[in-house]
RNA sequence: CGGGGCGUGGCGCAGCUUGGUAGCGCGCUUGCUUUGGGAGCAAGAGGUCGCCGGUUCAAAUCCGGCCGUCCCGACCA
């Protein structure tokens, strides 16, 4: 490709709007361009990445069997009635009806057809196991597009769902795709891990995300270094440290004026973890008391998992539940459900009074009241990791792919059934699996990105070889350079070739700010002294081949040290 | 959905407090010069100041409403 003909606007400064260091570099260097809050037009630059990308998926998903087709992104709603999820599902989902006055949406996944599709081919357990997939747009109105192409409304995404006839085969399947996305995340060059995540909407017992550090991610991961625990912090577990606990004996204290955590601790002199934070909070059943040691923090994922949805009570209704003011909330006295974290277990705390003014002191849980224990905290750098004893570390990632065990979510509801071994009829069990390919390329621009713009993994690069040609009004320069590029081309390397009429300058800035990941340049230099320059974006070395071999030279070059 | 910021030529911004005929840098066009690190000189083109309404002799500027977009939070198959 000649840049004298390709389309690919570029920007000196930041734009304006763009926070994350991925946003800024995909639109100065002219690979996207935002439409709306969340809706990206992919410039050629743009799209050729995602399509490397895709060429990685597809080649690693066939390998392990997994068949191609493409599923509408317009579906009736009925199919998502028959799942469940029509109800379930809020605003996320795009609703519309057709002219007849169907009532259709625009698929945010393809879980339901695909299982409309297995329900009504799959017949025998001769037919399983099958995997298949798509790489297609989904659509879902998020509440909060955000960070570029991390966050958008409108998306490519690989899904693959798994059928197979019983959960051993499942595991089978599932490994599979574990082994895939290893080799693509390898592959497009990223820094990752594979966790453990929640299942949430999707349903199912186990799913793991495979997540790429970033600090313009989203999510929080927790890892063991020493034993390789690494988890989702949704529902990562830990084991804090145990404070030194004062004798039990229940006596109330006054505690004037004393609110916050901080503030009863500093009045009493007692660190905050003898302290249990009690929180009202309010769901579909009615009030919970959720209660934490003092310094930790609740985690809503957690205990939304045991009570649902929920919110923190207002002023008014603590008031009203408890008899004291929100800061002398505490489990004596109130006949609501209660759960306490895992770490309140065993211990001797303070607890508010539910009496303006006053704690209570020398508390056993589970003894002095009655309260359910679980796991309902928010992990902590630091706190020792529950399988080895090794100190956690957080950090924050980019999901990139997911990978469920669905069982029979889907399959049971939808009848998606077949008949076994002895001529009875069973349901299929699924699994689903997704990976975000602009997530790929955007993690790493966000992994790999230096002061001068993009440095491209090789293998997702818009091109592996930038030729700049210096100056194209001079022959030989132009001659050499044409030359290189047409031996690259009939050698499989496909070069940017920079020929437009612009200062040199300008070439040079733009070939790091596009980052791919061989700059080849042909100037004066080359033409006095018949050899051309080649430079790594990534580490900056640089080479000096003759003319004569050069094109075989940058070939090595890109095997060798790319 | 709650909180906050921003909306002025293509891009990045100033001007708004204190109302009075819209400015800077980059980019763009033309000419000449230049040509190994975002060139120089000269001459140009390009703006309903997000939208609607109000106040005023007069609104980019003050007031009200709406819209868009970004950030934090909630949410997130």
Not at 2 to 11: E, G, K, M, V
Not at 459 to 467: G, N, Q, R
Not at 483 to 512: H, I, M, N, Q, T
Request: glycine residues 10%; proline residues 5%.
């Amino acid at each position: 490709m000649r840049a004298s003909r390709l389309f690919f606007p570029t920007h000196k400064e930041d734009p304006a709007e763009a926070e994350a260091i991925s946003h800024k570099l995909m639109i100065r260097a002219g690979l996207v361009r935002q439409l709306a809050a969340g809706l990206y037009v992919y410039l050629p630059l743009g799209l050729r990445v995602i399509a490397r990308v895709n060429a990685i998926i597809r080649d690693e998903m066939n390998a392990i069997g997994a068949q191609e087709l493409s599923m509408p992104v317009l579906q009736p709603a009925e199919i998502w009635q028959q799942s469940g999820r029509y109800g379930e599902i809020g605003a996320e989902m795009f609703r519309l009806r057709d002219r007849g006055g169907r009532d259709m949406v625009l698929g945010m996944t393809h879980e339901e057809i695909v299982t409309w599709l297995a329900a009504r081919e799959i017949r025998s357990y001769r037919d399983l196991p099958q995997i298949w997939y798509q790489i297609q747009t989904k659509l879902r109105d998020e509440a909060r597009p955000k960070s570029g192409v991390l966050r958008t409304r409108e998306f490519i995404m690989k899904d693959s769902y798994s059928f197979d006839a019983d959960e051993e085969s499942l595991e089978k399947s599932y490994r599979l795709h574990i082994q895939a996305y290893n080799r693509i995340f390898e592959r497009a060059g990223l820094k990752f891990y594979m966790v453990e995540s929640d299942p949430g909407m999707m349903g199912g017992a186990v799913a793991h995300e495979f997540m790429a550090p970033s600090s313009a991610g989203e999510d929080e991961v927790a890892l063991c270094p020493s034993c390789g625990y690494a988890a989702n912090v949704e529902l990562a577990r830990s084991e804090p440290a145990r404070p030194q606990f004062p004798a039990p004996g229940i006596k109330e204290i006054a505690t004037p004026g004393a609110r916050t955590i901080e503030e009863v601790s500093k009045f009493l002199t007692l660190t905050p973890d003898l302290l249990v934070k009690s929180l009202l909070v309010m769901t579909k059943q009615g009030p919970v008391l959720a209660m934490v040691r003092g310094d930790q923090d609740l985690l809503e994922a957690k205990l939304a998992r045991i009570v649902g949805s929920n919110r923190l009570a207002d002023p008014g209704e603590v008031k009203e539940i408890t008899g004291a003011e929100a800061g002398f909330t505490g489990p004596l006295g109130l006949d609501i459900r209660m759960i306490a974290d895992e770490s309140l277990r065993d211990g001797v705390f303070v607890i508010g009074a539910n009496r303006n003014g006053f704690h209570i002191g020398g508390v056993v849980p589970g003894r002095d009241f009655q309260v359910e224990f679980a796991d309902i905290r928010q992990v902590r750098e630091g706190e020792k990791c529950s399988h080895c004893n090794a100190s956690l570390k957080l950090e924050r990632c980019i999901e990139i792919g997911n990978i469920f065990k669905l069982g029979t979510k889907y399959s049971g509801p939808m009848g998606a059934s077949y008949l076994d071994e002895q001529g009875s009829e069973r349901p299929v069990i699924m699994g689903s699996y997704g990976i975000g390919p602009a997530r790929v390329a955007a993690a790493a621009v966000e992994q790999l990105a230096d002061g001068k713009g993009i440095v491209w993994p090789p293998a997702i690069a818009p091109f592996t070889v930038h030729l700049v040609l210096v100056q194209p009004a001079d022959g030989r320069q132009a001659e050499m350079a044409e030359k290189l590029y047409l031996e690259l081309a009939a050698l499989g390397v496909e070069a940017l070739l920079d020929d437009r009429a612009v200062s040199p300058g300008v070439k040079f800035a733009e070939a790091e700010l596009l980052g791919c990941p061989v700059r080849v340049t042909i100037g004066k230099r080359a033409v006095a002294g018949g050899q051309v320059e080649a430079g790594l974006r990534r580490g900056g070395e640089e080479y000096k081949f003759e003319a004569g071999v050069a094109a075989a030279k940058i070939i090595d070059l890109i095997k060798n040290k790319c």
